[in-house]
């Protein structure tokens, strides 16, 4: 799975902090799992997901900056500890959707904290 896309040179730069908010928005949101437990795991994600576009999105399109920034980071935070336990105590099928989940959360934790620069 693409979770981020390069430059028109090729080459991937995150030297702008932008440039996470941009691989954030371009990213594809992980599917969910039918094993219960995992699902919740993607339900979670998808309510942090949402958080931080509360957030960044009024700021790209109208210049908006009102950043809920220690409920965001807390929470982006649990969530990744959350899913790091769940990898470590999952069997190999699982593990692969897990990670896609732990990557889609450091992507939002990427952006997030790109948007707290920008807006500072």
């Known amino acids: 799975m693409i979770w981020a896309r390069s430059s028109l040179s090729g080459i991937h730069d995150m030297m702008h902090p932008q440039d996470p908010i941009e691989a954030w928005r371009q990213c594809l949101f992980p ?55 769940a990898i470590e105590a999952s069997d190999m099928n699982e593990k692969g959707i897990l990670t896609s989940y732990l990557n889609y959360c450091e992507i939002l934790e990427a952006a997030y904290s790109a948007f707290l620069t920008i807006g500072s």
């Open 31 to 85: 599917t969910g799992s039918s094993i219960e437990s995992i699902d919740s795991l993607h339900a979670e994600l998808a309510l942090a997901d949402s958080w931080v576009a509360e957030d960044i999105v009024p700021f790209l399109e109208r210049g908006m900056y009102k950043p809920d920034a220690d409920t965001v980071t807390n929470q982006l935070s649990k969530l990744e500890v959350k899913l790091l336990r």
